[in-house]
C-alpha cells in the first residue's frame, strides 16, 4: 500500500511506465519527458542533494513557476525525508525573507535568474541558507544548477543504485512532507506542516469520488505553491497521468488547444472569463445567432436538469440537445481542446449560474471546498453527486459538522500536524479535537454543504444586521459590466460597494452613449455612469433581503492589485488592506 509521497512516485514510475508523463514547452512546441527520464533525473537530484548536506527533517524552498522541474524537485526533497516549502512568484523579496527564515530552510531552490534577483536582494539577511541553486542554468557565480546538482548524484546513483530507494522507504506517513505559508488574508502568514499521511490520505479520498486515469492530460497552470494545484498533480501521478505545463496564465488559451487536456484544475476567474468571452460574443453577434445560442443554452439547462435530478431524459429534449451541441456547443468546447471530461474548481466561491452554464454545454465543473490546512479537501461534488450552489459532500473520511454559530469544523486524517512554532495559534484553532475552518455554511437537506462566507468577513450593520459580503459580491461579478466588488458596511447603517467595472463594456456603453470621457479615471466620475452603474448593480441583486441591499456604490478607475497588497497570491481579496486603503472613498459614502 502507498502510505507516503516518496512511495507514490516510485509507484507511478514502476506501475505506469510512460513515454510522456510530463509535457513542457520547449522552443515553441510541446515535448515530452519520459517516466524513465523523470526517475532518473529525481534519483539524481535526491542524491545530489544529500551530498550537499540535506538531511530527514530539513527545509527546501522552492521558489518557482510550474514546469516538470517543480514536480521533479518536490519529489526529490521529500524522498530524501526532509520538506519542501514552496512560495509563490509573485511575492516580494520582504514576503520571501520572511518564509525562509521562519521556515528555517538551508537550500534555496529557484528556476530562473529574475527570480534569483529577489533573492539575491535579501540574500544577506538569510543566515541560515547554506546553498543556493537554480534551476536553469544560468547561475550566478556561487550558485549551483540544478543539472550540477543532478551531476554530484549521477556517480552514487550508478555506483548504489539502491540508495534513493532505502533513503525514501525510512519516509513515515507521520513525517513532514511540506510547510505551506497561507495567504496571508488576514495577517502575518503561517506556516501549515503537512504529513506524507496528510496528503495521501486526501488523494486516496479523491481517487474514491473523481475519476483520474492514466490516459488522462492535464493542464496544469494553477501555481504549484497552492495547496489544490500540488495534491491535485500527486493525485494525477497516482493514477499515471501525462501532466502538461502551461507556459503562463497569460497562454492558457493557447495552450489548451496545443495540449488538448482531458482535466483541467482552475479557480472560478478562469471560468468567469470563459463565461463572460462567449456572452459577450453572441451579444455582439446578428440576431439571429443570438437566439440561436440562447436555445441552445435553453435546451442545455433542461437536459442537465433531467441528468442530475435522475429523470430520463425526453427523445425530444435528446435529440434538441444533439442539436444543441452540433450547432453552437461544439464550437465553444472546441476552444478548450475538445478533449475535456471535467474541471475542478477550488479556492473561491463558484457562481451557481456559471456552474449551470458550463453543464448545459457539456463542460462538467466539479467544485470542492478546503483549506490549506486540510490537504487541502473537506469536500467535493462528484458525478454521482452534484449540485449547483454547493461545494458538495463531505470527503470519504472527513467529518464535518456545524458550530452553533455556524462555522463549519472539520475533522479527519488530512487535517494539518499544525502551524509551525506557533502552538498557540494551532491550539485555539483545533479547540475541542475540531478544525474551526473561519467559514460559515450548512448543510442543505441531502447533505451537501453550502458555504456562505469567510467568519471574519461577515459585515454586522449599524443596526445589528448580519451580511454575509461574498454571496452578494458574486452576485455583482456575474454583471457584464463588473470586474470586480467589494461589499462594505461593518458598524455602518447601511451596507455599499466598492465597485470595479469592465472598462471596455463601460467605454463601449459611455460612446454608444454621447457620454464623452477622457480616460477610466474621468469615465467613473460622471454622474450618467455612477447612475447607469447603480443601476446595474439593483439588476444584479434582486432577492436580497432590505438590510442586504446596496445603497451606494463608490466606481473605482482600476481594479484591486498584488503591489498594494490588495490580492493574495491567488487573488482573493484582502478585505482589510481595501478597506484600509479606500478608507477615504468608503468614508465619502456614509456623509449625510
Keep these: 500500500m502507498v502510505e507516503t509521497l516518496s512511495q507514490l512516485f516510485m509507484n507511478t514510475i514502476a506501475s ?40 530527514p ?34 511575492l516580494t523579496p520582504e514576503q520571501i525573507k520572511y518564509i525562509i527564515n521562519d521556515s528555517e530552510a538551508k537550500i534555496v531552490i529557484c528556476s530562473n535568474r529574475d527570480l534569483w534577483l529577489k533573492v539575491e536582494a535579501i540574500r544577506g539577511g538569510l543566515p541560515k541558507v ?106 494525477f501521478l497516482y493514477n499515471g497521468a501525462t501532466i502538461a505545463y502551461a507556459e503562463s496564465i497569460d497562454t492558457v488559451a493557447q495552450n489548451l488547444l496545443e495540449v488538448r487536456p482531458t482535466i483541467m484544475v482552475s479557480v472560478p476567474r478562469l ?80 457562481s451557481r449560474d456559471i456552474a449551470e452554464f458550463f453543464h448545459a454545454m457539456g463542460l462538467v465543473i466539479l467544485e470542492g471546498y478546503g483549506l ?30 456545524i458550530a452553533e454559530d455556524g462555522e463549519i469544523l472539520a475533522r479527519g486524517p488530512n487535517v494539518m500536524l499544525g502551524y509551525y512554532k506557533k502552538e498557540a495559534e494551532t491550539r485555539e484553532v483545533m479547540a475541542g479535537g475540531w478544525f474551526h475552518t473561519g467559514d460559515i455554511g450548512h448543510f442543505d437537506k441531502d447533505g451537501f454543504l453550502v458555504i456562505t462566507d469567510r467568519k471574519k468577513d461577515l459585515i454586522v450593520t449599524a443596526g445589528g444586521k448580519n451580511v454575509a459580503p461574498q454571496p452578494i459580491e458574486n452576485l455583482l461579478k456575474a454583471n457584464p459590466y463588473i470586474l470586480n466588488s467589494v461589499v462594505v458596511g461593518q458598524n455602518r447603517k447601511f451596507v455599499s460597494a466598492l465597485v470595479v467595472p469592465d472598462f471596455d463594456k463601460l467605454a463601449a456603453y459611455a460612446k454608444d452613449n454621447g457620454i464623452a470621457f477622457e480616460g477610466p479615471a474621468d469615465l467613473v466620475k460622471k454622474q450618467e455612469i455612477v447612475d447607469f452603474m447603480t443601476a446595474e448593480v439593483n439588476r444584479s441583486t434582486p432577492d436580497l433581503a432590505p438590510y442586504e441591499r446596496i445603497k451606494k456604490i463608490a466606481l473605482l478607475d482600476k481594479d484591486f492589485d498584488a503591489e498594494f497588497d490588495e490580492l493574495t497570491p491567488t487573488l482573493k481579496v484582502k478585505r482589510n488592506v481595501v478597506e484600509k486603503n479606500f478608507k477615504p472613498i468608503i468614508d465619502a459614502l456614509y456623509i449625510e
Design 130 to 235: 547554506s546553498r543556493y541553486i537554480l534551476i536553469e542554468d544560468d547561475a550566478a557565480e556561487g550558485v549551483l544548477t540544478m543539472s550540477e546538482v543532478m551531476g554530484r548524484g549521477a556517480p552514487i546513483l550508478a555506483a548504489s543504485p539502491r540508495r534513493f530507494d532505502d533513503t525514501a522507504r525510512l519516509v513515515n506517513p507521520g513525517d513532514l512532507a511540506s510547510i505551506i505559508y497561507t495567504s496571508g488574508t488576514t495577517g502575518v502568514p503561517k506556516g501549515v506542516m503537512l504529513s506524507h499521511g496528510n496528503f495521501m490520505s486526501n488523494i486516496r479520498a479523491m481517487d474514491k469520488v473523481v475519476s483520474f486515469t492514466r490516459e488522462d492530460t492535464i493542464l496544469s497552470f494553477l501555481p504549484l505553491s497552492h495547496v489544490l494545484e500540488r495534491m491535485t498533480t500527486f493525485s
Design 271 to 350: 471560468f468567469d472569463k470563459i463565461y463572460t468571452r462567449v456572452i459577450d460574443n453572441v451579444l455582439a453577434g446578428s440576431p439571429v445567432k443570438r437566439k440561436l445560442f440562447f436555445w441552445a443554452l435553453n435546451t442545455g439547462k433542461k437536459h442537465s436538469a433531467c441528468l442530475l435530478e435522475g429523470r430520463p431524459v425526453p427523445a425530444s429534449l435528446r435529440i434538441k440537445r444533439g442539436l444543441a451541441a452540433k450547432l453552437v456547443f461544439s464550437k465553444i468546447t472546441a476552444k478548450t481542446g475538445g478533449r475535456i471530461r471535467f474541471f475542478v474548481s477550488g479556492g473561491a466561491p463558484l
Design 57 to 90: 527533517g530539513d527545509k527546501v524552498i522552492l521558489l518557482s513557476e510550474n514546469r516538470p522541474e517543480w514536480a521533479i524537485a518536490d519529489f526529490a526533497i521529500m524522498s530524501a525525508g526532509a520538506a519542501t516549502v514552496p512560495v509563490y512568484t509573485s
Design 16 to 55: 505506469y511506465p510512460k513515454d510522456d508523463l510530463f509535457l513542457c514547452k520547449i522552443d515553441g512546441t510541446y515535448a515530452p519527458i519520459s517516466s524513465a527520464e523523470a526517475d532518473r533525473r529525481v534519483r539524481s537530484f535526491s542524491l545530489g542533494l544529500r551530498e550537499l548536506g540535506l538531511q
Design 372 to 401: 490549506t490546512e486540510t490537504a487541502p479537501v473537506l469536500a467535493v461534488n462528484s458525478f454521482e453527486k452534484l449540485r449547483f450552489g454547493t461545494v458538495g459532500a463531505a470527503a470519504p473520511g472527513v467529518e464535518l459538522k
